[in-house]
C-alpha cells in the first residue's frame, strides 16, 4: 500500500509539473500576440532557450540553495539516492518546482521584449534562476535562515504564499521592473514631451488570447498540484483558482471597456493574486481578490505608461509585480475566520514576507542587470530594434514568404 500510495504521488507532482511546462507555450504564445510582427520568432526562442537555461541553473545550483540537495552535483549522493528511492519521487518534484523557477525569466521576457539582446539576457537567466530566485524560493517555502520561524513566534503565523503570488509572481515582476528600467524604452515610443508617440498595437490578438487561455488552464496544475502529495489536494484550491480567475475576468473587461488585451489579462491577474491563499480563503473571498486583481491591473498598466514612462510591453509588472503583492497580502485579510476564511495566517507576516520578496527580487535584479549593462549591453543597437528582432537576431521572419518555383 505505502508503493502504491508513493507512485500515485509521482504521478500527481508529474501530472502538476506538465501542467505548468505547458504554460510556458502559453508566456510564448502571450508575448507573441503582443509584441510587433517582427519579433514574433524572437518571443518564441527566448522563451524556449530560457527554459533551457532555467533547467540547468536550477538543477545544478538554484534548487540546492533552496532545499539544500544538490542533484547535479550529486553532493553527498543526493542524485543517487533520488534515482533509487521513493519511485523517483525527488526527481519528479525537482522537475515541477524548475518549472515554476522558469517562470521567472518567462516573466522578464514579455516585460523587456522587443529590444533585449539574446544571450546577455540568457546569462541573466541563469544568474535568476541560479542564485536570487532560489534565496528567497528557500526562505519562504524551506524555512531557509529561521525567518518563517521568527514570524510565527512574533506574529502567530509565518509568511504564507501556497503556489507562489510573491515566491514567483511577485518577484518575477520586479525583477522584470528593474531590467525594463535599465533597458530604457522602445525607441520611438515616447516623443520629447513624454507623449506616447507610437502605440505599438498587439500583432495578433488570437495568438494573445490563445496564450492566455493555455496560461489559464496550467494554472489549476499550478496551484492544485503545489500541495505536492496526494494526501494534500484540496478542492477547495480548484473552487478558488477559478473564483480568482473570473473576479479578473469581469473587472477587466467592465474597467477595460471590452479591449481584449485586458479582457484577455484579466483572468491571469486573478489567478496571480490568488496563488498565496487559494488553501485558505473561501471562494466569495477569492472572487474579491480575483476582481480586485484584475482591476488594479487595468488601472496600473495605464497608469505605468502613460504617466510613469515605464515602456513594459506586456505589463508584467503591473500583472506580476503588483498583483502578486495583492495576492499576499490579501491572505492576510481575506484568509482570516471573520471573512471566511480557514486562519491560521497574520497580516503582519504577509506584509513582512511581501517586502521581503520585493527586496530580494531589486536588489538581485539591480546587480545582475546592471553588471550586465555595465560589461556587455543590455539593448540592441538602434538599426536592429528598427529592423526587429526576428530579422536581426535569428534572420527570419515569422512567415518567411513562399517559394512557389
Known sequence: MEQLTTSIDVLFILLGAILVLFMHAGFAFLEVGT??????VNALVKIMSDLGVSTVAYFFIGYGMAYGVFLGLNLDGALTQAMTERS???????????????????IVSGGIAERAKFYPQLAATFFIVAFIYPFFEGIAWNGNLGVQAYLEATYGAGFHDFAGSVVVHGVGGWIALIAILLLGARHGRYDKEGRIKQAHPPSSIPFLALGAWILTVGWFGFNVMSAQKIEGIQGL????SLMAMVG?????TFLGNKDPGFVHNGPLAGLVAICAGSDVVSPL???????IAGALFVKAFVWTQQKLKV??????????GLCGVWGAIAVGIFGTEALGGLGGVAIESQIVGTLMGVSVAVVGSVIVYGLIKKFVGLRLTQEEEYNGADLSLHRIHA???????
Open 237 to 240: 484550491v480548484a473552487m478558488n
Open 399 to 405: 512567415n518567411p514568404p513562399r517559394d512557389d518555383f
Open 35 to 40: 509584441v510587433q510582427h517582427k519579433n514574433q
Open 311 to 320: 515602456d513594459d510591453v506586456l505589463g508584467v509588472w503591473a500583472l506580476h
Open 248 to 252: 479578473g475576468i469581469l473587472a477587466a
Open 285 to 291: 473571498g477569492a472572487l474579491a481578490i480575483g476582481a
Open 88 to 106: 523517483g519521487y525527488d526527481l519528479v518534484k525537482f522537475f515541477f518546482l524548475m518549472t515554476f523557477a522558469a517562470a521567472i525569466p518567462a
